[in-house]
Protein backbone atom coordinates (compact mmCIF):
# COMPACT_ATOMS: atom_id res chain seq x y z
CA UNK A 1 0.00 0.00 0.00
CA UNK A 2 1.30 3.15 -1.12
CA UNK A 3 2.27 5.73 1.54
CA UNK A 4 -0.31 8.18 0.25
CA UNK A 5 -3.27 5.86 0.30
CA UNK A 6 -2.39 5.71 3.77
CA UNK A 7 -2.13 9.40 4.57
CA UNK A 8 -5.91 9.55 2.50
CA UNK A 9 -6.98 6.89 4.91
CA UNK A 10 -5.90 8.99 7.88
CA UNK A 11 -7.46 12.50 6.47
CA UNK A 12 -10.29 10.98 6.32
CA UNK A 13 -10.49 9.64 9.44
CA UNK A 14 -9.51 12.49 10.66
CA UNK A 15 -11.99 14.17 8.94
CA UNK A 16 -15.06 11.74 10.13
CA UNK A 17 -14.34 12.60 13.71
CA UNK A 18 -14.35 16.44 13.29
CA UNK A 19 -17.67 15.77 11.95
CA UNK A 20 -18.81 14.08 14.85
CA UNK A 21 -17.15 16.43 17.16
CA UNK A 22 -18.58 19.38 15.71
CA UNK A 23 -15.51 21.31 14.88
CA UNK A 24 -12.24 21.06 12.47
CA UNK A 25 -8.76 23.06 12.42
CA UNK A 26 -6.79 24.87 10.15
CA UNK A 27 -5.43 27.46 11.51
CA UNK A 28 -7.53 27.80 14.62
CA UNK A 29 -10.56 26.27 15.35
CA UNK A 30 -13.74 26.49 13.92
CA UNK A 31 -17.37 24.70 15.54
CA UNK A 32 -20.07 23.81 14.00
CA UNK A 33 -22.46 26.03 16.26
CA UNK A 34 -20.23 29.13 15.76
CA UNK A 35 -18.74 29.25 12.21
CA UNK A 36 -21.23 26.90 10.28
CA UNK A 37 -19.60 28.01 6.95
CA UNK A 38 -15.77 28.07 7.67
CA UNK A 39 -16.89 24.75 9.00
CA UNK A 40 -17.94 23.28 6.39
CA UNK A 41 -15.52 24.91 3.83
CA UNK A 42 -12.70 23.88 5.78
CA UNK A 43 -14.32 20.65 6.08
CA UNK A 44 -14.65 19.84 2.94
CA UNK A 45 -10.78 20.92 2.19
CA UNK A 46 -10.08 18.08 4.32
CA UNK A 47 -12.10 15.95 2.76
CA UNK A 48 -10.82 16.58 -0.66
CA UNK A 49 -7.06 16.35 0.00
CA UNK A 50 -8.13 13.02 1.83
CA UNK A 51 -9.92 11.54 -1.22
CA UNK A 52 -7.04 13.06 -3.92
CA UNK A 53 -4.43 10.61 -1.33
CA UNK A 54 -5.66 8.39 -3.52
CA UNK A 55 -5.10 9.83 -7.23
CA UNK A 56 -2.03 10.77 -6.48
Not at 35 to 49: C, D, M, N, R
Amino acid sequence: MAWTAILGIVLLLWAAWDLYAGSVWLHREFRRDEEPGAYWSTLSLWVIVGISCFYW
